[in-house]
């Protein structure tokens, strides 16, 4: 039985792309709750400042995922050891590149480096992808744990069946060991038409799979790249960016004591009290 806080947070997962408002009646039948406890969960977001009301009675994404992604900036550790190897390898070659995180049942970019404008910017950060097209995705999936994989497998085996990897678990586990046991992908208008990667993967300290780093490689230049070497310099940023992860220090920002820690008013309740206060 899902809890009446996994449901309230699951109405975050109604927005996405194309879908950026919604109205309570939507999230009523989505649900499957009541209109007073659909009101009360949205608002519940709203005094957090995940939501947001709009012009029109819709409800929009709220200001408090901004600070949050400037958080995330300033101390996710994939982007803080990955970015700055990139960046540098990046325009030292000339190469469009691409870092990407393992995200639930998805693959989602955190940085892209693009100094080639011929190559359109089909990436951009935040954007979540298929785990089963593309070698970013795919060389994450190689390197799961035996029980994620099997998850994966048993809860995907029609997507991973279209996608050409195998039809049984014997098979897909087999593709997967030995992906692994090569170290890198390298997929063509897979995930993105006309253009194709090749992608290593980004562990944490304890070798646990976190990411992938991609060169980002057009259709017109595939016959002249040479894939050796790119493999070579790739496995090599790969590697700089999970020793950088494992030399991160461990311990979390100091953070004041419960006790002082000022409690915040919800929103709706202040407005209230500024309300009964000028009667």
Request: charged share 25%; aromatic share 8%.
């Amino acid at each position: 039985m899902i809890s009446s806080f996994a449901k309230c947070l699951s109405i975050l997962d109604f927005f996405q792309e194309g879908r950026v408002s919604t109205r309570l009646d939507d999230l009523v039948e989505a649900l499957g709750t009541s209109r007073a406890t659909t009101y009360r969960y949205v608002g519940t977001l709203c005094d957090a400042g995940l939501l947001a009301p709009a012009a029109g009675g819709v409800y929009v994404l709220g200001p408090r995922i901004i600070e949050m992604d400037r958080l995330m900036r300033i101390s996710d550790p994939l982007l803080l050891a990955g970015s700055p190897v990139m960046h540098e390898v990046s325009a030292r070659r000339k190469q469009n590149m691409m870092l990407a995180r393992f995200y639930r049942d998805s693959i989602m970019c955190v940085d892209i480096a693009w100094p080639d404008a011929t190559i359109p910017a089909n990436f951009e950060r935040g954007k979540p992808m298929s785990l089963f097209k593309g070698a970013m995705a795919k060389v994450v999936l190689a390197n799961l744990s035996p029980y994620q994989l099997k998850n994966i497998a048993l809860n995907h085996a029609d997507e991973i069946k279209a996608a050409g990897m195998s039809s049984n678990w014997s098979e897909f586990r087999a593709y997967m060991a030995e992906l692994a046991k090569q170290g890198y992908a390298i997929t063509k208008s897979e995930m993105v038409s006309g253009t194709g990667g090749i992608s290593a993967p980004v562990f944490d300290g304890e070798r646990k799979i976190m990411g992938s780093i991609t060169f980002v490689v057009s259709e017109s230049q595939w016959a002249s790249t040479d894939f050796d070497k790119l493999r070579r310099q790739l496995l090599e940023a790969a590697e700089r960016i999970t020793q950088r992860i494992a030399q991160q220090p461990s311990d979390a920002p100091s953070t004041p004591s419960a006790g002082k820690v000022a409690a915040k008013t919800p929103a709706r309740k202040r407005a209230a009290a500024k309300a009964s206060s000028t009667r």
